[in-house]
């Protein structure tokens, strides 16, 4: 069926306000890393309050992501990425303006809790807008765009801090925030009769205690894994494995006795959803720490400043840009078992070629690793977020947003931690202990693969549900 100039409107709409979101959170993180030494003497800042304005984003963001998706399942997506987009543009100017350090922190906190509305209504917006054979296509836009903010936010980030200040990097939040908040809220969605469901009204609730218990478990989790590299497993580290198991016990058990669970039983008890998140907590890791221990490489052992450095790993910011679209080709061909499964070994050759670098390695090999990073990375990246949102139901398309969001977030985090690990405990200029760890962690989402759909995937073969028809599907 054709689709009017409404829904198209709505979709084109709904994809521009994605990608322009999923780019803002990306763009946000990295030209903040160039922002911070200069805010750091501008502010008259430490060290551990500095960290701080990227720790205190992180467990807002990590610890309100489920959540912050299940409200969009309820209340719209449209709804809730527009409150999340211009909160995060006004916490942005605010920053921009803060006087002092502390209020640079506190903002940070408060940026980081509506980038936790924003970042799974981006996805969800997708899922309720595009039925599940073409999702792969958005999906892959939407990542292609994460790669070019990825590559292009340090060099953007320093050429502002140069021209104009560290303000500035928050201030080029604002534009765009508000630009596709007024977007968002200027175009509606078509109106279509919402099918009776039968459900009971309890299948719409909030489960705020279970909300609560997530929180706690996952912003335990992120504490321990970002004090790790700084202290080592200190008695306040150690305990953080504790509360993580306690907490996350609890919310199991919440989840198998609430009326209504904040991540429904379809999303708890899909082993293809699991696979998914877990690959996607695997790959994440091994990027992210072997990008850690490359950067120190490239820096401390060969001797480049930090442009040369990254002019050297730019191979993995092109394949990202260039490899997302070819990744929902491949799935659509070959399915996502053995999609992700030749992603993850081809970035899993990617790390092994790095492990192998000494202090006489030439651009060739390093350009060659990272190009294998990037194009096992993206196509896996493409291919399991694709999944894990496809195979939800429609009405908690948000929940799967937000735990794969809370995966991508999780990953970095642990992958970081055990290279800086690792590496404290490596004598000399070896890299190859560290990048070895990590490449077991590409191996093992290899393996997680195996229960993914085949050739046939269930859900493209048997199209829209009749869910896909009511207002959760065009994101109210």
Not at 412 to 424: H, R, W
């Amino acid at each position: 069926m054709t689709a009017t100039a409404p829904g198209r409107a709505h979709r084109a709409v709904t994809l521009a306000s994605s990608i322009v979101g999923a780019v803002i959170v990306a763009l946000d993180g990295t030209v903040l890393t160039v922002a911070q030494p200069t805010l750091r003497d501008d502010l008259d800042a430490s060290f551990a309050q500095v960290q701080w304005t990227s720790t205190g984003y992180l467990i807002a963001v990590a610890g309100l992501l489920v959540f912050a998706g299940r409200l969009g399942d309820r209340h719209g997506h449209r709804r809730v990425f527009t409150l999340g987009i211009l909160g995060f543009g006004a916490a942005s100017a605010g920053i921009g303006l803060a006087p002092g350090i502390g209020w640079v922190i506190a903002l940070r906190v408060v940026q980081g809790v509506f980038g936790a509305l924003l970042q799974p209504a981006t996805l969800g917006m997708l899922r309720a807008a595009y039925p599940p054979d073409r999702l792969g296509t958005p999906v892959a836009l939407r990542a292609s765009a994460i790669g070019i903010a990825a590559a292009a936010g340090p060099l953007l980030g320093g050429a502002l801090v140069d021209h104009f200040g560290w303000r500035s990097v928050f201030f080029l939040n604002v534009p765009p925030a508000l630009a596709m908040g007024a977007a968002a809220l200027a175009v509606r969605p078509p109106a279509v009769p919402e099918p009776r469901t039968g459900r009971p009204a309890a299948a719409d609730g909030l489960d705020v205690p279970g909300a609560c218990l997530l929180t706690v478990a996952l912003v335990a989790l992120v504490h321990t894994l970002v004090a790790v590299p700084e202290t080592g497993w200190a008695a306040t580290t150690a305990a953080g494995p504790a509360v993580v198991a306690a907490a996350g016990i609890a919310f199991l058990r919440r989840q198998r006795r609430a009326a209504s669970p904040l991540v429904p039983s379809e999303i708890l008890g899909s082993a293809t959803i699991g696979a998914a998140l877990g690959i996607l907590v695997a790959v994440s890791a091994a990027l992210l720490g072997t990008l850690f221990v490359a950067s120190w490489f490239l820096q401390r052992i060969l001797g480049l400043d930090p442009q040369e450095a990254g002019l050297r790993a730019l191979p993995a910011g092109v394949m990202m840009v260039l490899g997302a679209p070819l990744a929902a080709v491949l799935m659509r061909r070959f399915g996502p078992r053995r999609t992700v499964v030749a992603g993850t070994l081809v970035l899993t050759l990617g790390i092994l070629l790095l492990a192998r670098l000494g202090p006489g390695s030439t651009a060739l090999p390093i350009g060659c690793g990272f190009l294998l990073l990037g194009a096992g990375f993206v196509t896996v990246m493409v291919t399991t977020t694709t999944v894990a949102v496809r195979h939800a139901p429609t009405a908690s398309a948000g929940v799967a947003g937000g735990l794969q969001q809370t995966a991508m977030n999780i990953g970095p985090t642990l992958g970081i931690a055990v290279a800086a690990t690792l590496m404290s405990l490596t004598p000399g200029a070896a890299v190859g202990p560290p990048l070895t760890a990590l490449a077991v962690f590409s191996a093992t989402a290899a393996l997680l693969a195996l229960r993914l759909p085949g050739h046939k995937d269930p859900v493209s073969a048997a199209g829209p549900s009749p869910a896909d028809a009511s207002p959760a599907r065009l994101g109210r």
